[in-house]
Each structure stands twice: as C-alpha cells, then as structure tokens.
C-alpha cells in the first residue's frame, strides 16, 4: 500500500486567492512523479470528499521539470468567510498524506 507520504518528499497547501485553495505535491523522483500524478485517486472526486469541493472546478497542473504536481480547487466560501477555519490553507495537506495511490 503506498500513499503520499511515501512517494513525496514534500507536499503542502496555501491559499490561492479568496477563492481558491492549492497542494503542491513534490514527488521524491521522476519515476514516482510519472508513476503517479495523473493517479485517479488523486482526482476531483477525492477533493470533494475531502473537502467539499466542487469536482468541476478542480484543476491539476503537473510540472515534469521539478517532479511536482499542482491541484486546485475552488474554495467553498470566500478566504476570511464566517466559515473560514484555516484562512491561509496551510494545514490542509494533512489529510492528503494517507491517500493510498494503489
């Protein structure tokens, strides 16, 4: 069973703006990047489970040159909403990490 955690050496979560939220994953090589970026546990679907995300508006960026991928995804509310509990986003890559990719 392999999961994120074990595939990137690095993987974090800002704010993109008031209204939408991004994870960069950094994969610890090119053969785990090209093994599993365009992996469909990592789709839209997973990010609206996650966190209530509109599938349509989830975007995925790779980036081959640095072994990196970008997702994005429209937030819910606005940044700074009375909803809001991580108004900078940095915490949300926590519930990437156990993501099995198998």
């Not at 997702?71 to 099995?100: K, N, W």
Request: glycine share 6%; charged share 25%; aromatic share 10%.
């Amino acid at each position: 069973m392999t999961t994120v955690k074990d595939v990137c050496r690095h993987v974090r979560s800002k704010n993109a703006g008031p209204y939408w939220v991004t994870f960069d994953l950094f994969f610890d090589g090119p053969e785990s990047f090209e093994k599993h970026h365009a992996n469909p546990a990592l789709g839209p679907q997973l990010f609206q489970r996650l966190f209530g995300a509109d599938p349509a508006l989830v975007r995925h960026y790779p980036v081959a040159d640095l072994n990196v991928v970008k997702i994005s995804y429209a937030r819910t509310s606005p940044q700074g909403g009375v909803v809001e509990r991580d108004m900078h986003c940095g915490q949300q890559f926590v519930r990437l990490l156990d993501v099995r990719l198998d």
